[in-house]
């Protein structure tokens, strides 16, 4: 499966945006999808994860309450919809797509996307 990972851009604190995840080639609904987050000079860190179905999902603490993850299998897209943006929520963010049905653990993504880049400024 090919991913395209959309929607970053510059935001001042408390702003919010919506990143986009399309998928291409095999079956979207067949893979658990994750975001990812990679700050400058950081390790790549997990942020959210969404069923196959996306009836169930994982947030990480860091952004729980602020962040939610959503999918739609229908439009082989999924969804990361970012409010109350803090200075530290400054990375390139990543999806990708695992052949479990829902797991945070990088070494089960098998497939990413190329990553858009997330500027929140004070």
């Known amino acids: 499966v090919q991913l395209q990972a959309s929607g970053g851009g510059s935001v001042q604190a408390g702003g919010s945006l919506i990143l986009s995840c399309a998928a291409s080639g095999r079956t979207f609904s067949s893979y658990g999808m994750g975001w990812f987050r990679q700050a400058p000079g950081k390790e790549r860190e997990w942020v959210a994860a969404i069923s196959r179905g996306g009836g169930s999902f994982y947030i990480a603490e860091s952004v729980k309450g602020r962040f939610t993850i959503s999918r739609d299998n229908a439009k082989n897209t999924a969804w990361l919809q970012m409010i109350t943006l803090k200075t530290e929520d400054t990375a390139v963010y990543y999806c990708?797509?695992?052949?479990?049905?829902?797991?945070?653990?990088?070494?089960?993504?098998?497939?990413w996307g190329q990553g858009t880049q997330v500027t929140v400024s004070s």
């Open positions: 990708a797509a695992s052949q479990r049905i829902l797991t945070r653990r990088e070494t089960d993504y098998d497939y």
